[in-house]
């Protein structure tokens, strides 16, 4: 199971924040080695969408690019760090509603652009949990979705293969207030101080998701589930050793006295019934914006 080998991921991680050491959640992602105050602004209203269930038909003077075969020896995206060549997301600190993610029903090729070369195989799980990405972007044919295990990158999925599922909820974090908001169907619901990362650990910046929770594997962590995201540590080598291969999360932490403050790993750490609030009414594939 995947939370079971997350615990074994993650042993020298929870020791070290046992001692005081102040990590973040990237430790209790989702893991398992290949992988769970002012008022704040309100998100600009989002463009009409196409809807999910059909791409657009070509017009007379359109075609649709055809999707080159995938190689069979393609790498699969897991909870490692994604492979490269995929291009950079170019809404990264958009923050308008994403009300579509795209669910794999099998392994389907990933591309670098509509009719271009395919880089990587996305499955329906990784480590066991369910996959739903932000879809952020359409062609004729072709959609765009963000990439887990890498920062602000996207991959575009020919038709078929997969189903999509209507987003209500998005997370905005403000790094310079230390705010984390949620807005539901494009309104403000509720809005946290957090406490991010501190420097040379900064909490990403850009579009990521919550791929998925997983139980606290220790009581530094108040008790709490923790959301792993779809994002990883800009510099993976300066995280301390024990939460290498982490992914960047969002979590609760056994105590609030330092909250407005850059003290974690990269994670994003707010109150537990915050956390616990969060848990219980946003699902995953939900987009997380950082901006500063």
Known sequence: MLFDRLISRWTLGWLLAAFGVP?????????????????????????PRTPATADPSPTPTESVPPAAPAPDDLPVVTYDPAPGGFPADPGAADTRPVTEGLAPKRTIAAYDA???RPR????????????????????????AVLLPSANRRIAWLPAGG??????????????????????????????????????????????????GRTPPPQEVYGGVDIFALG???????????????????LHSWHNDDTLGENVTNGCIRLTRSGQRQLLAEVRPGTAVVVVD
């Open 231 to 249: 994002a990883i540590p800009d510099d993976p080598d300066a995280v301390p050793t024990g939460l290498r291969g982490a992914h960047i999360g």
């Open 162 to 211: 997969w189903d999509t599922v209507t987003l209500r909820d998005q997370l905005v974090v403000e790094r310079r207030p230390h705010r984390l908001t949620w807005y539901r169907d494009g309104r403000a619901v509720h809005s946290w101080q957090v406490s991010l990362g501190m420097t040379g650990q900064s909490t990403p910046l850009g579009r990521t998701f919550i791929l």
């Open 23 to 47: 990590l973040l959640l990237a430790a209790a992602l989702l893991v398992g080695r290949a992988l769970t105050v002012s008022p704040a602004p309100a998100p600009v209203a989002a463009a």
């Open 114 to 116: 509509p009719g271009g």
């Open 120 to 143: 990587a195989f996305l499955a329906p799980t990784i480590s066991d949990v369910p996959l739903t990405m932000p879809i952020v972007d359409r062609r004729v044919g072709w959609t």
